[in-house]
Each structure stands twice: as C-alpha cells, then as structure tokens.
C-alpha cells in the first residue's frame, strides 16, 4: 500500500517548490539565444544570489556575443559579482582585466575605485601580518584622486587611502617595537624615524615620538632626545605619550 506523507510535510516542501517555480519562470520569459536575454538572465540569477551561475551567463554573454554592447556590460558585471560574492582576488583581476580593456569607459573611476577596494578588502586584520597589498590599494585610490577627483567616488577613496596608510603606519610602529623589545636600538630608532617621515597624519605620530626619544636615549644620541621630547610636548601636550615623556625626560624642556 502506498504511503502518502503527512499534510505537515507537504506544506513545508511547498515554499520550496513555490520558489523554484518562480526562479524558472523568472528566466525562461527571457530568450538565451540573444545577447539581451542572456544578459537578463545573468541578472536574474544575480539577484537570486545564484552567484555561479551568474557569472557563467555573464562569461557566456562576453564569449557568445563579443561584438554586442553587453558584451562589455557583462565584463564588469563579472567583477561586481565576484566583489558582490566576496571573492575579491577574482574581483580584482576582473577589474584589471576590465581597466586594461577599456581605459576610456565612462564608468573606469569606478573601476579603479573598486580595484582598490579589492585590494583594500584582501588586507589581513592585524598589522602583525603581510600588508603588502596596501600599497597596491593606495595606487589606485591615488589613481581615483589625481586622475577623477570629480568622481563620485572620490570621497570614499580618500577615506580608503587613509584606512590603507594607518595601517602601514601600525605596522611599522609594530617593527620598531619589536627592535626596542630585542634592545636593537639604533634599528628601533630607524624606524621611529622613518615612521615619522612616511607616515604623517596617521595619528601615531605621538607614539612614534616617543618611541624614537627612547630608543634615542637608549642610543646614546642626546640632541635627538630633546628634538622628540620638544616636538611631543609642542604638538601632543595632552597625549598619554607626552605625560610619560614629562617624567621620563624631565630635564628636558
């Protein structure tokens, strides 16, 4: 005897159902055979977060139809996509391989915005690790700045930029206090020196100026003692580095 299942069972299997159905009839109202209605159904699945097989549209539309004006259209959907997606080392080469193709597009301060951000995004979250694809960040939210400081995007890749700086500059602070932890101090206060040169307007200026006093004085080199103590005190009177610095170096004003 046939065993039919439960009424409960059903009504859970039917939204399911109910969804599938309109994920087709959502699609199959386009035609696959133009580039339009390939197009379309890439944003379908797009808007379905069917990442996967967005991308496989969009890559069909660009291969299928390479001549068609969704051609190019699917080229930067890809990377959106890939970006959309989270997948930002393929967004990346996306977005390259779109910049490369089509330098004069009407959208490329976009493009390079987001090339950026993929590289931005790509960055590990403490400074303890690899950060050098910051630099590759800062490339183009400059690129976005000198070349399409009209843009729209521009603000946000100025906040950006400084995000990627800040982050090098914790880094560096990082090394040269691992060299003061070891007792290197002439390497230690290398760093706070070039930290300071490179790294201005980050906001860690006042513990790098406090780093390199001790290291200073740790090194023997007493006019730079008093240049960083002075300079603390001067520009960051209220800091926490500044009350150190006043007990620490007391004799020098």
């Not at 959106?80 to 393929?90: G, H």
């Not at 390259?96 to 193709?101: E, G, H, I, N, S």
């Given at each position: 005897m046939k065993i039919l299942p439960k009424l409960k069972d059903l009504s859970l299997l039917m939204p399911v159902a109910l969804l599938c159905c309109i994920g087709c009839s959502s699609v199959e109202k386009y035609d696959s055979s133009t580039p339009e209605g390939a197009y379309k159904i890439a944003e379908e699945y797009e808007a379905d977060e069917r990442y996967e097989e967005s991308v496989a549209k969009y890559s069909e539309v660009k291969n299928k139809h390479p001549y068609s004006r969704f051609a190019v259209m699917s080229e930067l959907k890809i990377?959106?996509?890939?970006?959309?997606?989270?997948?930002?080392?393929?967004?990346?080469?996306?977005?390259?391989?779109?910049?490369?193709?089509?330098?004069?597009?009407?959208?490329?301060?976009?493009?390079?915005?987001?090339?950026?951000?993929?590289?931005?995004?790509?960055?590990p979250s403490t400074t303890d690790r690899d950060l050098s694809l910051a630099d590759k960040a800062i490339l183009y939210f400059d690129e976005v700045l000198t070349s399409y400081g009209q843009s729209s995007y521009a603000a946000e890749a100025r906040a950006k930029k400084a995000d990627a700086l800040k982050m090098l500059a914790e880094k560096e602070l990082y090394i040269a206090n691992f060299y003061m932890m070891k007792k290197q101090y002439d390497s230690a206060l290398g760093r706070f020196e070039g930290l300071l040169k490179t790294y201005s307007g980050t906001g860690v200026e006042p513990a790098a100026l406090y780093g390199a006093a001790v290291a200073a004085n740790a090194s023997g080199e007493r006019e730079k003692i008093s240049r960083y103590v002075r300079t603390l005190l001067k520009q960051y009177p209220e800091s926490s580095e500044a009350d150190k610095a006043r007990s620490e170096f007391s004799h020098v004003r």
């Open positions: 990377a959106d996509v890939q970006f959309k997606r989270e997948a930002f080392i393929e967004a990346q080469f996306a977005y390259q391989t779109f910049k490369d193709l089509h330098p004069k597009h009407p959208q490329i301060d976009y493009v390079t915005f987001r090339l950026g951000l993929s590289y931005f995004n790509q960055l």
